[in-house]
């Protein structure tokens, strides 16, 4: 497959703050990407340079062969930004009217309505829709100039289940005709279950690249599950076997080195254990494992 776009020993610093550093990046026409990372890797920053909003300090930005400006006013590449402002006195029939008017060869608006499943709420007020509802006008408007390539930041923020699956559903009707997407995202359910290759960075450099199932090679080891009444994170992290642990909604869960030296560990330490469970590493902790010491706030999504 020919090359979408490519990022190329990209450095970009503000100040004393290397937000990215000689990151690259090769994406092919019709992958789904996922870029993931805890907050201040670099991600958007990065994708802030793929749309030739930011320019780098060093290294080279190339879409579709040429400039990222160039794939940008030709409606080639578009975006669909998590808190991009939509007047509120404006209907999303409107808005979608006007971004439709920019491109030669846009899409038919009921197409775009239909696909981004807005006609429902098409003359309503962008003031009086919810949050869910304006990510699907965001994302219309992405979607008006038919372009190749789709970069979005946060897709479904703000969008309930219903909404994130029929969100999905499109993006596989999109990307079924050889066009690209790239998305960052903190729900890791929907980079398994959505794309064909994931990439982690971490203090603004990749540390992982390769399919979901290539990342979770990456790190070694199982994931240990159990209700463990009276336990801390301290006394779990220290049982034989275990790398690291932590306790949410009412479960501990524990990076193994060794498995069965830490279930034995961990039954005769608190012979009380119940509900025990042991799996192979999942995106999550490939995540975990990978960004640890970056990492402070809880993923969104997390992998069962």
């Not at 463990?228 to 992290?237: C, D, F, Q, S, T």
Request: one cysteine or more; proline letters at 3%; a negative charge.
């Amino acid at each position: 497959m020919s090359e979408a776009f490519s990022l190329r020993g990209l450095t970009k610093r503000f100040g004393p703050v290397h937000a990215v550093e000689e990151l690259t990046i090769e994406v092919s026409r019709g992958e789904v990407v996922a870029l993931l990372g805890p907050n201040g890797a670099g991600k958007s920053t990065t994708i802030d340079m793929l749309l030739g909003l930011t320019r780098p300090d060093e290294g080279e930005v190339r879409v579709f062969g040429g400039d990222a400006r160039a794939a940008v006013d030709a409606g080639r590449m578009a975006a669909m930004v998590q808190n991009g402002f939509l007047l509120r006195d404006t209907t999303p029939a409107e808005l979608v009217g006007l971004m439709r008017s920019m491109y030669r060869e846009p899409l038919p608006a009921a197409e775009v309505f239909e696909r981004a499943g807005i006609t429902d709420f098409a003359n309503r007020r962008c003031g009086k829709l919810s949050g869910g509802q304006l990510q699907r006008v965001r994302y219309a408007l992405a979607l008006a100039g038919d372009p190749e390539l789709l970069v979005l930041d946060e897709p479904t923020a703000a969008m309930d289940v219903d909404g994130r699956r029929s969100f999905w559903a499109s993006m596989h009707e999109f990307s079924a005709g050889g066009r690209t997407v790239l998305f960052a995202t903190h729900y890791l359910a929907e980079a398994e279950d959505y794309a064909d290759r994931v990439v982690l960075v971490r203090h603004g450099r990749v540390v992982a690249d390769g399919t979901v199932a290539e990342v979770r090679a990456a790190v070694s080891g199982r994931v240990l599950r159990a209700v463990v009444r009276g336990a801390n994170k301290v006394e779990l992290a220290a049982l034989s076997g275990v790398t690291t642990a932590r306790i949410q909604g009412g479960r501990a869960e524990l990076a193994c080195a060794d498995s069965d030296l830490a279930i034995r560990a961990l039954l005769t330490t608190f012979p009380d254990a119940s509900d025990i469970e042991i799996t192979a590493v999942g995106l999550e902790e490939a995540f975990l494992a990978l960004t640890g010491d970056e990492h402070t706030d809880e993923p969104e999504g997390a992998l069962r």
